[in-house]
């Protein structure tokens, strides 16, 4: 049993079980998300008898950080943590001023195959449980915290497709929202997807305030099919038909994410046909030169041609921002992440 793992409700009944009255519970709790307290020894305010019991029946060493690496402006910093089964994941720190933004895996591995993308290169392994998701943001909160500073937002744009494990990945978002807890506020997560339609719909039900993020990259079928498999099941108009359908039920604008790759999809012509295609839609573009990967040829597009881009997309009536990229000599930008060793 992992500690993360467990809902409020859940500890409680442990506890219970235990003989140990309810409001032992909640000083667990509040030592696991409002003192960032990692391993029983820490819970100095519990009973010895209760300590030695959590340690001997709970997991808290879920995730272990086994390298570190900052990158050299030092406002990046990746983590590549080993998990109970010997598998390994990877999580990033970003530092933009106020900003302190967490980019979280959800799986080991991927099973989409987006052909630019480290993680997909790699393959699927399995998907992680929500206290593995939850650890790697307890992980960098503890860390912020004895560095007086915060966790300001949190991406799921790390390894994995959120929403092909939609339910650990829900799980993982309500347990760090949960009031009396973490309290980490919904609309400061963003989940990304390559376009898993049926659970953009599903998330669309349940209106929640959590952002929504699409990688897009192309507007053809062909080409888009090409980068990303995932089109061949879900082609462009299904899944732009589906975002209207996100928007519509939550009145929430959608990211779109486009990876400029030299000479593949970042001429004015593609953003000409970009424009078009979200016409009418509430929406964002996060155009971000692309991040190199071993395992695939395209290059990063210049700053030249992502001005243009971005400008035809403005001019279109689509806004747009070059996004900054961040921690490549780290390989910790996005698309980079692979546990290098697994
Ligand atoms: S871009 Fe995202 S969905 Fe595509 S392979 Fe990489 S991790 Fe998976």
New binding site residues.
Partial sequence: MLIYDLDFSELVEIVVAWGQPVFRAQQIWDGLYKNFWQSPDEFTNLPKVLREKLAAEIRFDIITPTLKLDSTDRQTRKTLFRLQDGRQIEAVLMRYDRRKTLCISTQVG?A???TF?A??QMGFTRHLSSGEIVAQVMYYARLLHDQQDVVTNIVLMG???PFHNYDNTMKAIDRLNAQDGYNFGARRFTVST?GLVPAIRKFAAEKRQVNLAV?LHATENELRGSM?PINRKYDVEELIKACHEYVLATGRRITFEWALINGVNDTPEQAKKLAKLLHGLLCHVNAIPLNPTTGYEGKATTRERADIFKQVLEQNGIPCTIRIRRGIDIQAGC?QLASHTA
Avoid: D, I
């Fill in positions: 991927c989409m195959g987006c993308c993680t997909g390894m994995g497709e390559s990688s990303m698309g």
